[in-house]
């Protein structure tokens, strides 16, 4: 669906010339949600205003949806951006125009007829959830509501992909949650395919089937997401899967319970995948004479799996502890003795 080959970006100012996407290959497949991210600066705009052609490459090709971008212009261009949507971090509407007025402004250029144009807007109104708010202005409309309009107008010329530049840094966590979750209803119903870029792991641990690590222009890491989250090579990626995984408190709260615990092991459990709906830990009682107190324990689900971690603190006999750590190495699940 979409290939970026060997793509350069090289832009000439007053203070030299900076490479802003630096030899990037990306083969992204028809149905995906594909996440880039990385952190500001790396080169994530650059690289997705390539793909509807808002940018050109100083060296390779990018084709999308059949359209050789990187190659083409004016009429052929603007025909491929039918199919090459994209929604903005600040949402870009019409402010004088209201919800239906804004969503119905593609199909007024592409001149489709009033009935007909009348008819496709009741209907993404309704796919967006949007209905009772057909005639309010922007103004009127809370961030997460303008996102909606955002995508409901990308939406309009029924694009084969829809392109989401941070669409969602400019909301609040709850609010961003539900616009991930039309997201993923979105693709799910329409087939689209997604690519978004983020500096947020979060949104890709949500949303996305696989994700691509950027950092000073190059692709350093790329893979489905779960896969990413068991085993971050890079460091860059290690910092961003950390930020899900295991917030700041976490630390403190270890450190804490290092102190606190004289007897007994404290373990870090890591569950990827159907590890994360297995009994471990009522095998573990059932089976062993330790007692098991359960710390602290975050276990997310993304698209491709659950992964997780929890903290468990044994206590009894240094040889049941012994035993119930191994019984815990031959499950599917990553094992660290923290202490003891
Ligand atoms: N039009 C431009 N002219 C000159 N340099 C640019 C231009 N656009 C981007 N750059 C530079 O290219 C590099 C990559 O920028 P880009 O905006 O693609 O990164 P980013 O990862 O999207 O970061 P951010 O999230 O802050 O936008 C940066 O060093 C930036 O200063």
New binding site residues.
């Given amino acids: 669906m979409i290939n970026v080959n060997a793509v350069k970006k090289i ?1 000439s ?1 007053r203070s030299g010339k ?1 490479t ?1 996407v630096d030899h990037v290959d990306l083969t992204i497949h028809s149905g995906e949600i594909f996440g880039i991210i ?1 952190y ?8 997705i205003r390539m793909l509807n052609g808002l940018e050109l490459p100083t060296e390779g090709s990018v084709s999308v949806a059949g359209h050789e971008v990187s190659k083409i212009k004016g009429s052929k261009l603007r025909k491929a951006r039918q199919e090459i949507s994209m929604i903005f971090q600040h949402f870009n509407l019409l402010w004088s125009r209201t919800v239906k007025e804004n969503i119905a402004f593609p199909l007024e250029i592409a001149g489709v007829k009033k009935s007909a144009r009348e008819k496709k807007v009741l209907e993404l109104i309704k796919l967006v959830g949007l209905e009772g708010r057909e005639d309010a202005y922007p103004s009127q409309l809370s961030g997460g509501q303008k996102q909606r309009v955002g995508i409901a107008r990308a939406l309009a010329s029924d694009p084969k992909v829809l392109l989401c530049d ?1 669409a969602t840094s400019a909301l609040d966590p709850q609010t961003t949650d539900a616009i991930l979750d039309l997201l993923v209803d979105i693709n799910k119903r329409l087939g689209l395919t997604i690519v978004l ?1 983020t ?1 947020e792991m979060h949104v890709i641990r949500k949303i996305c089937h696989r994700v691509a690590v ?1 950092e000073e222009g190059k692709v350093v890491e790329t893979g489905p997401v779960i896969d990413v989250f068991k085993k971050p090579e890079k460091e860059i990626t290690k910092r961003f899967v950390q930020q899900v995984i295991e917030p700041e408190e976490a630390k403190d709260t270890i450190d804490h319970l290092i102190a606190h615990y004289k007897t007994g092991s404290l373990v870090m459990l890591g569950f990827v995948g159907e590890s994360a709906e297995q009994p471990v830990i009522t095998n573990l009682i059932r089976s062993f004479s330790v007692s098991v107190n359960i710390i602290q324990g975050k276990i997310s689900p993304t698209q491709n799996g659950s992964y997780g971690t929890l903290y468990i603190h044994l206590d009894g006999e240094n040889v049941e502890i012994e035993k119930a750590i191994q019984y815990l190495h031959s499950q599917e699940i990553s094992v660290e003795v923290i202490d003891g």
């Fill in positions: 832009y100012s900076v802003a990385g500001s600066g790396a080169g994530k705009s650059t690289l941070e870029i500096h950027m």
